[in-house]
């Protein structure tokens, strides 16, 4: 054992496993906490506890096993998380860092108090109240309207052409939130230790649009360096305001008039940031672990100049027991690497895998993603 210590992660998901797989490289004890037992980090250590992260009574148990405790995913008990930060055990991200960000009304309201660049916002209780701004200020269509909570991936955020659509939202409480005309989609990972805050290049996003789902991703983003810095800038200010330790991913939209606005921010190792294990010396994951000890950062290099990851969603009409069809592909191609996340049933746009491709020459690597994307399917072997 190199370090004293000892990391709990809540969520045992794909994430997970690649945060386990870097600790176990650099020799940090870590164990996780998951529901399902044959997910994705129970391939890579056997110290796997049972239960759910959004229990207190497990979180507690958990949690009181260890020295430092940090998440994967965001929808944990956060009641046990203040009891543990309370008992002395240290929690990055702070559950007070997770209250604000879990709700994304209250996320806004914390840009703005910060005087955070973001698209203009208003919360509603019920779809009644909702409705009845829209009708009153005669807002005009299309709307961008947010479930405040529980919403992942793209799910519970809707673009309402019509009165009929607005009136067919499930209830609940919602964020209308000002259309933006996007030009780029980027994301600036940021990562601190408590004393000193650095990130990666910004990055672009592209979204897969029947899925909403990062698709494909390219590092650096091709924007101008006065953007690229400017985006790091915001990025880190954030980072700074919410006083964190450890990962915050910083999802940014660049405007058709080169405005930049934050839209969210997930503090946790991030999908805009998984090529970093091939293309940065120190990647997001090492920088996650560090920042949550406390430890000082290795200067960090980017290898190569070009970076990008190609999501691997389930095809539609294939749910079973997953194959990757099309790996001779990735075998073929170099400077690709798979990330097969060892879930073993397929869905229709479930994250199965990556694949990191990077090159010093941005057209050779824009002709491997496009071939890849072509030939490379999740697919059920009773699909
Ligand atoms: P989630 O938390 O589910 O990822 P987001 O808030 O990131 O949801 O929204 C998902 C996608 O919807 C964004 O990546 C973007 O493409 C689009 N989107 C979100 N907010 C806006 C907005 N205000 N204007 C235009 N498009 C938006």
């Not at 056997?46 to 009574?57: H, K, M, V, W």
């Not at 840009?111 to 009153?136: M, R, T, W």
């Not at 947010?146 to 209830?171: F, H, I, M, R």
Request: proline letters at 4%; glycine letters at 8%.
């Amino acid at each position: 054992m190199i370090f004293d210590v000892s990391v709990g992660i809540l969520g045992g998901g794909q994430l997970g496993k690649m945060l386990i797989q870097k600790a176990n490289q650099l020799g940090i004890p870590c164990s996780f906490l998951e529901s399902q037992k044959d997910c994705p980090a129970a391939g890579v250590t056997p110290n796997a506890f049972l239960g759910d992260i959004r229990s207190y009574d497990d979180v507690l148990a958990f949690g009181k096993n260890h020295t430092h405790i940090t998440v994967e995913i965001e929808n944990v008990n956060l009641d046990a998380l203040y009891q543990l930060e309370k008992d002395g055990i240290q929690v990055h991200p702070a559950p007070s860092v997770l209250e604000t960000i879990k709700n994304k009304g209250r996320q806004k309201d914390f840009y703005q108090k910060h005087h955070i660049p973001s698209a203009d916002y208003k919360v509603f209780g019920n779809k009644s109240e909702l409705i009845s701004f829209c009708n009153i200020n005669k807002i005009e269509f299309p709307l961008v309207i947010k479930a405040t909570e529980g919403g992942y991936d793209g799910k519970g955020v809707w673009v309402v052409q019509s009165e009929a659509d607005l009136n067919a939202l499930p209830e609940m409480e919602y964020l209308l939130e000002e259309k933006i005309e996007i030009q780029k989609e980027l994301s600036v990972i940021c990562y601190s230790n408590g004393k000193t805050i650095d990130c990666f290049e910004t990055v672009e996003m592209l979204f897969d649009p029947k899925a909403n789902l990062v698709d494909f991703l390219l590092h650096p983003a091709q924007i101008s360096e006065a953007i690229n810095t400017e985006a790091q800038n915001i990025a880190k200010q954030v980072c700074k305001n919410f006083g964190l330790q450890g990962l915050l991913a910083v999802e940014l939209f660049l405007t058709k008039d080169n405005t930049i606005l934050v839209n969210e921010v997930a503090p946790r190792p991030h999908n805009s940031a998984h090529h970093t294990i091939e293309s940065h010396s120190v990647s997001q994951y090492e920088a996650h672990l560090r920042g949550v000890l406390g430890l000082d950062f290795q200067p960090n290099k980017s290898n190569v100049n070009f970076a990008a990851m190609l999501n691997l969603l389930g095809e539609d009409n294939h749910d079973g027991k997953a194959t990757i069809q099309g790996v001779n592909f990735i075998e073929n191609s170099p400077g690709t690497q798979l990330h097969w996340y060892g879930k073993t049933q397929t869905k229709p746009k479930r994250k199965m895998g990556h694949i990191t491709m990077v090159s010093n020459n941005l057209s050779d690597l824009l002709s491997t993603s496009d071939n890849l994307k072509k030939n490379v399917k999740i697919i059920s072997t009773n699909g």
